[in-house]
């Protein structure tokens, strides 16, 4: 997607989404076992946090991908019950936020 945009002189960003079982997000330790336990989603998320471990690293080297993955940080209540993956109406509006914050700092919107 990037090489095509800038083929064509067109703005890109890649925003890295938060995940609940890497780094700092505090949901809750049962909530964590209990994910953990299953064992389709252990391995899936053994892969995610794999995956998690390598892209933050990589992705500073990319101006165009932006890390959200901190967001959560220190948060609760932001992903649906149960759900590593996939966030609640708190966590979506803190993306949002989050997101918004970006493109009007680095004048990706017109004021």
Not at 38 to 52: D, G, L, R
Not at 67 to 94: A, S, V
Request: net charge neutral.
């Amino acid at each position: 997607m990037y090489a095509c945009c800038k083929e064509f002189n067109i703005p890109f960003l890649c925003f890295l989404q938060p995940y609940a079982l890497y780094e700092n997000n505090k949901l809750a330790m049962e909530e964590k076992n209990k994910i953990l336990l299953n064992p389709i989603s252990k391995s899936y998320c053994k892969q995610a946090i794999q995956f998690y471990e390598h892209i933050t690293t990589v992705s500073k080297g990319y101006p165009y991908i932006v890390d959200l993955t901190g967001i959560f940080d220190n948060q609760t209540d932001c992903f649906r019950h149960g759900d590593p993956i996939h966030w609640n109406e708190k966590g979506n509006q803190m993306i949002a936020d989050a997101i918004f914050r970006y493109l009007m700092k680095y004048d990706f919107l017109k004021k």
